[in-house]
């Protein structure tokens, strides 16, 4: 089975797909992001790097930092971390209001908005610099320095108000420990990071490896964790869509409205897929169908 000859008709198929839907315009700096491009990126569990398209183009990683975030949030904090976030799917949007108030402020799970903002409130806890400190765990996965963008990190602080109102009813509640702004300004800072396929691809290997990095070996988190943060993303990391997505992929993933998608293979590789075009529920249309034919012709389901 060539890897690279599968990514790469997987391009060609899903060429007609790509610039359908809309790109995430409610985020002004992400509005003038060309939605005509598709990249696609593989790396396996020894070392090997096959990549198609757009694959080394950065663009905005959004919501695939949440899972980055949790790591370092379940590494500090352990079971505790389940007492103040669920661990179920939330069946409602990403940034929904509604069930964060019927649920007296504790967030479904840790993969919508208002879970991540929880998470970059126990980051504060943990940490003196926590930018610095996720900013520094990609770079110990890929070798290279990421950076944030000022201009999507402004733009999503000007027009964050669910956010906003998110962490300020989960602070009314109790359930947020630090100044509403001073979590927020993590938030918005952590989804702002930039990234391209192969990077991503790299930064995720760990969790096809047991918890370990390819090649290397160094255990990042363990193989208990690694599982664990595999399920929240199998039945919570692509929104609203994470059960049709499950059905149709059957991969762990995690999505983020830059167009991103990130989905694990366990025990064999990492994949990431972008097209900034996104469908109803804020995944990327090409992408997503690029990982359906992933799946489909290798046969590299979980399932």
């Given amino acids: 089975m060539s890897l690279q000859s599968i990514i790469d008709d997987i391009a060609a198929e899903v060429a007609p797909l790509v610039g359908q839907g809309k790109v995430a315009d409610y985020i002004p700096a992400l509005a003038c992001v060309d939605p005509c491009q598709f990249g696609m990126a593989i790396y396996t569990k020894d070392g090997q790097i096959y990549q198609t398209g757009d694959a080394q183009t950065s663009f905005s990683i959004q919501s695939i930092s949440k899972v980055l975030g949790l790591t370092l949030a379940i590494d500090h904090h352990g079971r505790q971390l389940w007492t103040r976030v669920g661990l179920e799917p939330s069946g409602d949007p990403f940034n929904s209001l509604v069930q964060l108030e019927f649920e007296r ?90 990234s391209t396929c192969v990077q991503l691809a790299q930064t995720f290997g760990f969790l096809a490896c047991d918890g370990c990095q390819p090649v290397s070996g160094h255990q990042v988190v363990t193989s208990r964790r690694a599982r664990r943060i595999n399920a929240l993303m199998l039945t919570c990391g692509t929104y609203d869509r994470a059960g049709e997505f499950a059905f149709e992929v059957g991969l762990p993933a995690k999505s983020g409205v830059g167009g991103g998608i990130v989905a694990i293979v366990p025990n064999q590789m990492a994949i990431c897929a972008w097209s900034p075009a996104l469908g109803e529920s804020g995944n990327s249309v090409a992408a997503t169908e690029a990982l359906r034919l992933f799946t489909q012709r290798t046969g590299l389901s979980i399932f």
């Fill in 105 to 194: 402020g504790v967030p479904r799970n840790p993969l919508i908005n208002a879970g991540a903002i929880l998470v970059a409130d126990t980051l504060l806890e943990a940490y003196d610099e926590p930018l610095e400190q996720l900013l520094s765990f990609i770079e110990q996965q890929t070798g290279s320095e990421p950076t944030i963008d000022s201009d999507v990190a402004e733009s999503e602080k000007a027009t964050g108000f669910r956010n906003e109102a998110m962490a300020s009813l989960m602070k009314s509640f109790g359930n947020l420990q630090h100044p509403v702004d001073q979590v927020l300004d993590v938030y918005f800072k952590q989804c702002s990071i930039v």
